[in-house]
T-cell receptor, first 115, second 113 residues
C-alpha cells in the first residue's frame, strides 16, 4: 500500500507552460506539505496545509499555488514555468494532534525539468 | 528564523566502521529533531527522532544525541553496512506545534565494502 503518492514521477516541459503535480495520502493525516529539493539536494519547505489553513513560505513565488480538494489530496500548480523551477518536488503528510509533532511521511518525488 | 547547519557534507567510511554526522540549530525554542535517510531516487524516510526532553535515543545501530545547551545534535551509526549509503538529513522543528521542519543541507554517506 502506498502511503504518499505523487504523479507524475517525471515531468519535462517548456518555459512558460503551466503544469500541475498531484499528491495523495492514504494515512488519514490532516496536514500536507510541498518541498522543493534543488540540484544540491537542499530540501526546503514551500507550503504546509492543515484544515484549510495554508502556510506559505514567503520565498515561494506566487506562480506556485497549492490546491486541496480534500484532506487526502494536495496538488501543486505552477504557472509560467521558469528554468529555475527545475528541481525535485516532494509531497509529505503528517498528523498534527494535541500540539504534538509527528513524523512526516514523504512521497517518492516528482522530477521537474524545464527546458 | 531557524537555521540548521549540518556537517560534514560528504562522509566516506569503511564497512564496519562508525559514522557520525553533526548538526547545530539556532532557535532555542525548537523541540523536535528528526533524522531522515534519502536513498537514490526516493523520498526522505525518517530513521530516528529525538525530542527536547531527551538527551539520547538509540535504535539498534543508530543513535541520536541532543545537547540543548549547545544547540547541537548528532547521528551515530555503528557497524556501518553498504546499504547505509545514502544522503542523511537532520532537521529541527521551528515555530511551536504548527511549525515546520527546517532541514540541514544533507550528508552523503558512502560505506565502502
Amino acid at each position: 500500500d502506498t502511503a504518499v503518492s505523487q504523479t507524475p514521477k517525471y515531468l519535462v516541459t517548456q518555459m512558460g507552460n503551466d503544469k500541475s503535480i498531484k499528491c495523495e495520502q492514504n494515512l488519514g493525516h490532516d496536514t500536507m506539505y510541498w518541498y522543493k529539493q534543488d540540484s544540491k539536494k537542499f530540501l526546503k519547505i514551500m507550503f504546509s496545509y492543515n484544515n484549510k489553513e495554508l502556510i506559505i513560505n514567503e520565498t515561494v513565488p506566487n506562480r506556485f499555488s497549492p490546491k486541496s480538494p480534500d484532506k487526502a489530496h494536495l496538488n501543486l500548480h505552477i504557472n509560467s514555468l521558469e528554468l529555475g523551477d527545475s528541481a525535485v518536488y516532494f509531497c509529505a503528510s503528517s498528523l498534527r494532534s494535541g500540539g504534538v509533532y509527528n513524523e512526516q511521511f514523504f512521497g517518492p518525488g516528482t522530477r521537474l525539468t524545464v527546458l | 528564523g531557524e537555521n540548521v547547519e549540518q556537517h560534514p557534507s560528504t562522509l566516506s567510511v569503511q564497512e564496519g566502521d562508525s559514522a557520525v554526522i553533526k548538526c547545530t540549530y539556532s532557535d532555542s525554542a525548537s523541540n523536535y529533531f528528526p533524522w531522515y535517510k534519502q536513498e537514490l531516487g526516493k523520498g526522505p524516510q525518517l530513521i530516528i527522532d529525538i525530542r527536547s526532553n531527551v538527551g539520547e535515543k538509540k535504535d539498534q545501530r543508530i543513535a541520536v544525541t541532543l545537547n540543548k545547551t549547545a544547540k547541537h545534535f548528532s547521528l551515530h551509526i555503528t557497524e556501518t553496512q553498504p546499504e547505509d549509503s545514502a544522503v542523511y538529513f537532520c532537521a529541527a522543528k521551528h515555530g511551536g506545534s504548527q511549525g515546520n521542519l527546517i532541514f540541514g543541507k544533507g550528508t552523503k554517506l558512502s560505506v565502502k565494502p
